[in-house]
C-alpha cells in the first residue's frame, strides 16, 4: 500500500501542526494505521495507532496530552494532530499501516511505510 506523510513543515515551540497520511491507488480503510518518529541519531519511536475504524486510538507517552490521530476513511487519510510542539519533537514523521488491523506500537508489526514527513520546532 503506497502510503504519503504531508503537512510537516518548521514550526515555532508551542505551535501546532497537522499531517496527513493518505493512501494512493488503494484503500487502506481496513488497516490499522501507525504514527512514528524518528530524531536523528536516535531510535524510531512510536507517536500515536489507530484502528481500521477509528474507534481505538493509542497516543504514545512522550506525547499524550498534546498529540491526537484521527482517521476518514471516505478520504482514504490518517491525521496526526500535534499541538503545543516542543523543539524535542523535532524529527522525521513515518506513517505505516498493519494489514492485520493491530494497532501497536512497534515499527516492526507494520507492514507497509511511507516516506517521511519533516517536522522542526524551533525554540
Known amino acids: 500500500v503506497p502510503l504519503q506523510a504531508s503537512g510537516g513543515g518548521l514550526v515555532q515551540a508551542g505551535g501546532s501542526l497537522r499531517l496527513s497520511c493518505a493512501a494512493s491507488?488503494?484503500?487502506?480503510?481496513?488497516?490499522?494505521v501507525g504514527w512514528f518518529r524518528q530524531a536523528p541519531g536516535k531510535e524510531r519511536e512510536f507517536a500515536a495507532a489507530i484502528s481500521w475504524n477509528g474507534r481505538s486510538t493509542y497516543i504514545g507517552a512522550s506525547v499524550k496530552g498534546r498529540f491526537t490521530i484521527s482517521r476518514d476513511n471516505a478520504k482514504n487519510t490518517v491525521y496526526l494532530q500535534m499541538n503545543d510542539l516542543k523543539p524535542e519533537d523535532t524529527a522525521v514523521y513515518y506513517c505505516?499501516?498493519?494489514?492485520?488491523?493491530?494497532?501497536?506500537?512497534?515499527?516492526?508489526?507494520?507492514?507497509?511505510w511511507g516516506q517521511g514527513t519533516q517536522v522542526t520546532v524551533s525554540s
Open positions: 505505516a499501516c498493519d494489514i492485520h488491523n493491530i494497532p501497536g506500537m512497534t515499527p516492526q508489526q507494520y507492514d507497509f
Open positions: 491507488g488503494r484503500t487502506f480503510s481496513n488497516y490499522a
